[in-house]
């Protein structure tokens, strides 16, 4: 049974920094593409940061050159560093496959907030 376990958000203010982490289990994340998406209120949940198996990442143009994908074999996880956040950015973010499983966890609140 595959699952994500989603941590690290926060509330954090403009500018602030978050990095959040997924723990994969049922699938290996070093053989998947994977991916960070967020849903903010009222809003579509969007996918923000893609990972291929070959480490190559692409961004939405909203987190380019602030968010950082990266994954950690040994321990089964994938990573979203974020920098210089904004209150745009507050949104609950999950990870799934780049293909997402019809499962989804929890997610994890990011609340950027003065």
């Known amino acids: 049974q595959v699952q994500f376990v989603e941590s690290g958000g926060g509330l954090v203010q403009p500018g602030g920094s978050l990095r959040l982490s997924c723990a994969a289990s049922?699938?290996?994340?070093?053989?998947?593409?994977m991916g960070w998406y967020r849903q903010a209120p009222g809003k579509q949940r969007e996918l923000v940061a893609p990972?291929?198996?070959?480490?190559?990442?692409n961004y939405a143009d909203s987190v380019t050159g602030r968010f950082t994908i990266s994954r950690d074999s040994a321990k089964n996880t994938v990573i979203l560093q974020m920098h210089s956040l904004k209150p745009e950015d507050t949104a609950v973010y999950y990870c799934?496959?780049?293909?997402?499983?019809?499962?989804w966890g929890q997610g994890t609140q990011v609340t950027v907030s003065s």
């Open positions: 049922g699938i290996s994340v070093s053989i998947r593409a």
């Open positions: 799934n496959a780049y293909l997402p499983y019809n499962y």
């Open positions: 990972i291929a198996v070959g480490g190559r990442t």
